[in-house]
């Protein structure tokens, strides 16, 4: 019984560690899009990246087949959504030092849901399962974010007073 | 702009700029925040039990004594008259 226990936390260590090095590289890039920081300076995506290794080394025993990858990049996107909601009012008191990430002009959900579709691939379904939303809603996030981040970035002084609206 | 094209375009704008390297410390980090985890979710499953165990317990005892399924003795008499 007891070396029974032993050998599976072994087992465990030694598939997490290989799962660690060969997903962590496409993790940290999915969470550094997320927070929308340089790859260069990237805290908050590594604390949340760490988080959600956590919970995945936590739930190792109990995956049952199902893909660790999977079950980490959904720790990242709920911790993630979780945690937006405070930063961004953590933000009106203390605002952030610029981000410059490419998604950086974008809401919190707006990258979420752009980074799961678009970078992950995840499907449109699955999207809104795992964020609580409808299809539609998830589609018209996506959109709205695509035009957002392909619309040229507003210049220092923008001259043109009516910004147009985008409809979603 | 189609579409497709404009997804392919995001899409080739996110895989743009990977971290250069995993942080060195990233996976012994996991393993003790994960174990932190596992030690927490069983000290919960632990009180979990014994908070239940403690419940059927204490109903136990009360049933035992004030026997909630045995008939009140009867506190009012038909006076008794006629004698």
């Known amino acids: ?168 | 702009m189609s579409r497709g094209s404009r997804e392919a375009l995001v899409r080739r704008m996110l895989e743009e700029d990977s971290p250069a390297a995993v942080p060195p410390g990233l996976h012994t980090e996991a393993v003790r925040l994960g174990a932190r985890v596992l030690r927490r979710r069983t000290v919960a499953r632990w009180v979990m039990w014994v908070l239940l165990l403690a419940a059927a317990v204490a109903f136990t005892v009360w049933a035992a004594t004030v026997q909630p399924w045995v008939e009140p003795p009867s506190e009012t008499t038909p006076p008794l008259t006629g004698w």
């Open chain 1, 1 to 168: 019984m007891r070396h029974g226990q032993v050998s599976q936390e072994a087992r465990r260590g030694r598939e997490f560690e290989a799962f660690v090095a060969g997903a962590g590289g496409r993790l940290l890039h999915a969470a550094t899009l997320l927070t929308a920081e340089t790859p260069g300076d990237n805290p908050r995506a590594r604390r949340l990246l760490i988080h959600a290794l956590a919970q995945t080394y936590a739930d190792w025993n109990r995956l049952r087949g199902e893909d660790p990858y999977d079950r980490a990049r959904r720790h990242l996107a709920t911790r993630f959504a979780h945690h937006a909601w405070r930063h961004q009012l953590g933000g009106l008191l203390h605002p952030r030092t610029d981000p410059s990430g490419p998604l950086a002009r974008l809401s919190p959900q707006e990258r979420l849901v752009l980074v799961l579709r678009l970078y992950e691939g995840v499907a449109e379904e699955q999207t809104a399962a795992l964020l609580g939303l409808s299809t539609e809603r998830v589609r018209a996030i996506c959109l709205r974010a695509i035009t957002a981040v392909l619309r040229p970035p507003p210049g220092p002084a923008p001259a043109v007073g009516g910004v147009k609206a985008v409809s979603s």
